[in-house]
């Protein structure tokens, strides 16, 4: 077992599971993968495992590098991929509700040179309303950051919760 599968191992063995059955999160998965954002991005979301959220990156474009004259990715586009990937993670504990990412911590460890890139994040606890969500940034296949978030479900201006 390679250090990636360690890595995310030791994530599904913390993490709840996603609340949707294998079409559910197929179907899941598609719909957010048909958004303009996700689109623009150029990145997808895979929802196949009942508990890891995976976001992938397959190609490094011109627009997707920073400014340091090093041709690695942006820290802008990493901040981006694990938003959605913990994103993703909180949301899906909260069925029929909006959520969204209120808290994002990241480290970065070493620059990312190659695709594909990997974000997986899981949801580690969850309450009512929040999602603690845990996850780990690979650059074909070497660990290069770990993020942490806190998912919140939306409330309208009254202080009821949004529903969809």
């Known amino acids: 077992m ?5 890595q995310l191992a030791g994530m599904r063995s913390r993490a709840q599971a996603i609340p949707l059955g294998d079409a559910e999160r197929r179907a899941w998965a598609e719909q957010f993968n048909r958004l303009p954002a996700v689109r623009r991005f150029e990145t997808a979301i895979d929802l196949r495992d009942e508990a890891l959220v995976r976001v992938v ?8 590098l920073g400014g340091l004259r090093l041709r690695a990715v942006n820290g802008a586009v990493l901040a981006g991929l694990f938003d959605c990937a913990l994103g993703v993670a909180g949301t899906l504990q909260f069925r029929d509700k909006r959520a969204g990412t209120c808290e994002l911590s990241i480290k970065l460890m070493r620059a990312v040179f190659e695709a594909p890139i990997e974000a997986f994040a899981v949801c580690v606890k969850r309450t009512d309303t929040l999602a603690f969500t845990e996850s780990t940034l690979f650059s074909n296949g ?3 950051a770990m993020a ?3 998912v919140a479900v939306a409330v309208d201006r009254g202080g ?3 529903a969809w």
């Open 148 to 150: 942490s978030g806190l």
């Open 57 to 64: 990156l397959e190609r490094i474009e011109e627009h997707h």
């Open 142 to 144: 070497r660990l290069c």
């Open 2 to 6: 390679d250090s990636s599968d360690q």
């Open 160 to 162: 009821e919760e949004a």
